[in-house]
Nanobody, 121 residues
Framework: QVQLVESGGGLVQPGGSLRLSCAAS????????MAWYRQAPGKQRELVAS???????DYADFGKGRFTISRDNAKNTVYLQMNSLKPEDTAVYYC???????????????WGQGTQVTVSS
């Protein structure tokens, strides 16, 4: 059974930094794209950043120059380094990954449980 477990959220002052981590555990027979999404109260979930197995990255406009996504394929882990945080970055952050859970199984999208990021003075 595949699980994505996130960590690293918390309360930070404006201008501060946080690093989120998300590790895939269980039966993983391959991981394709990995990504971070966020959802603020009353808003739809939105893509923050994505990364391919080869390391090609893509960012939402609000994160360019401030956020950095990376992954460690040996550890089945994706990271999100967030710098120069703003109050409008406050949201629950979710990791997402496309994973094959068995040697003969199909690829499927998995989600983490979410980690709260609050930017406030």
């Amino acid at each position: 059974q595949v699980q994505l477990v996130e960590s690293g959220g918390g309360l930070v002052q404006p201008g501060g930094s946080l690093r989120l981590s998300c590790a895939a555990s269980g039966s993983t027979f391959g991981i394709r794209g990995m990504a971070w999404y966020r959802q603020a109260p009353g808003k739809q979930r939105e893509l923050v950043a994505s990364i391919t197995p080869g390391g090609t990255t893509d960012y939402a406009d609000f994160g360019k120059g401030r956020f950095t996504i990376s992954r460690d394929n040996a550890k089945n882990t994706v990271y999100l380094q967030m710098n120069s945080l703003k109050p409008e970055d406050t949201a629950v952050y979710y990791c997402n990954a496309r994973i094959r859970g068995s040697s003969s199984g199909d690829w499927a999208d998995y989600w983490g449980q979410g980690t709260q990021v609050t930017v406030s003075s």
